[in-house]
């Protein structure tokens, strides 16, 4: 679900990008419908669109292009989502099952290439190179984000520099690219449109660790995805980075087994005990807040509007949300 109410200035925009993105998942052929009807159902905070028309909205006017490219930015957020379900063998998604679980891995590999080309082939009617290009080495950095991120499976030396690389690499960089590209399609000069994409860099950052939290501490119930995933599959994340660099090193061993060891129910409470213990957590949330503050400082020479104190209080809800 959106954010409830902070997009309020930009939503019949928002009802236009929704529209017009359903109406491109469409099916060619009677065969996908099934597969089309279900990735409908993934709808989520709709958090890349609205940067893009936020970021147009702060600097200037929203011309046709920023309609098809948050249009893209979703699209290509989705695909990584399919294939993302692939890697870590989730079987829910946004509160409905992953087409992993429900189609199996092949098709859930070519579907997500699907919609990555389906993406492109928006982007490729637009004509403009400077979008073209950017989301092309964006979608890059996402993909060595995540192949990074697998190297280091079970790898208790990662440090929180290597985890900030991973996740800025991997999640915020799309961020990042929305926000540029809604500056760069509203006429804003280079250093605005720096500004706004440090902006977006550093919301999708402080985003994805508080997606890391919430998945040791939050419910399956209340998010609507698969949990403890990364612990299953040996991806460790701040708060877990947090732990192992409070621990002393004969515990190191100890910790390892347990963090790793993902079978039992009663592992997961002893992860979540040791993770209280040591605040790892509440370092990790705090950490987002920081970034989050930096993310507010990079837009604040803006000109005062609607639209900036919209991006203000996004960045404000994405370290208050539990979902």
Known sequence: MEPVGIFDSIKVLMDEVETRFQKELQPRTNSLADLIVHISRYKGKRLRPALVLLSGKCVGGIVPQHIDLAVVVEMVHTATLVHDDIIDEASMRRHVESINSKWGREISILFGDYLFSRGFTILSSLDSQIAT???????NIMSEGELIQLQRRYDLG???NDYFDIIERKTASLCAASCRLGAAFAGANRKVSDM???YGLKI????QIVDDCLDVMGTEEEIGKSLNTDIQKGKLTLPLIRLVNQLPKNKLE???GLIFQHDAKDTKNAIIELL???????YA???AKNVVKQAQEEIAPLPDSQYKTTLIELADYIVTRRT
């Open 158 to 160: 990662l440090s929180e």
């Open 285 to 287: 949330f705090n950490t």
């Open 254 to 256: 100890t910790a390892r």
């Open 204 to 207: 999708g950052i402080a985003f």
């Open 196 to 198: 706004l994409s440090n």
């Open 276 to 282: 209280t213990e040591h605040d790892a957590v509440e």
């Open 133 to 139: 290009l950017l989301l092309s080495q964006t979608v």
